[in-house]
Nanobody
Framework: QLQLVEYGGGLVQPGGSLRLSCVVSGFSLDYYAIGWFRQAPGKEHEGVSCISSSGVSINYADFVKGRFTISRDNAKNTVYLQMNSLKSEDTAVYYC?????????????????????WGQGTQVTVSS
């Protein structure tokens, strides 16, 4: 059974950093692209970043470019999201989602409507 679990959320001051991990089980990460999404209170889900199964193709939302970095270690069945220079507007529940590579579209990988299978999310709060 495909399962994704996010770790690493917490409370951080503006300008600080966090690293989120998405640990998958029940399937081989080799065949799946992964996306990170978030949902702030009262807002819709939005795409943050995505990475192809090989790690070659990567995309970021404009509002995180230069601050967030996505990476993956297929041997560890884990995808990471390094978040630096955090802002209060980054406060949200962060989710990872897996989509089988055969159905993954790089140009639409930040669209939460076609994200695939989701984890349960981890809370990130940026506040002083």
């Amino acid at each position: 059974q495909l399962q994704l679990v996010e770790y690493g959320g917490g409370l951080v001051q503006p300008g600080g950093s966090l690293r989120l991990s998405c640990v998958v089980s029940g399937f081989s990460l080799d065949y799946y692209a992964i996306g990170w999404f978030r949902q702030a209170p009262g807002k819709e889900h939005e795409g943050v970043s995505c990475i192809s199964s090989s790690g070659v193709s990567i995309n970021y939302a404009d509002f995180v470019k230069g601050r967030f970095t996505i990476s993956r270690d297929n041997a560890k069945n884990t995808v990471y999201l390094q978040m630096n220079s955090l802002k209060s507007e980054d406060t949200a529940v962060y989710y990872c989602a897996a989509r089988r590579s055969a159905y993954w579209d790089f140009h639409r990988c930040l669209d939460p409507r076609i994200a695939g299978s989701w984890g349960q999310g981890t809370q990130v709060t940026v506040s002083s």
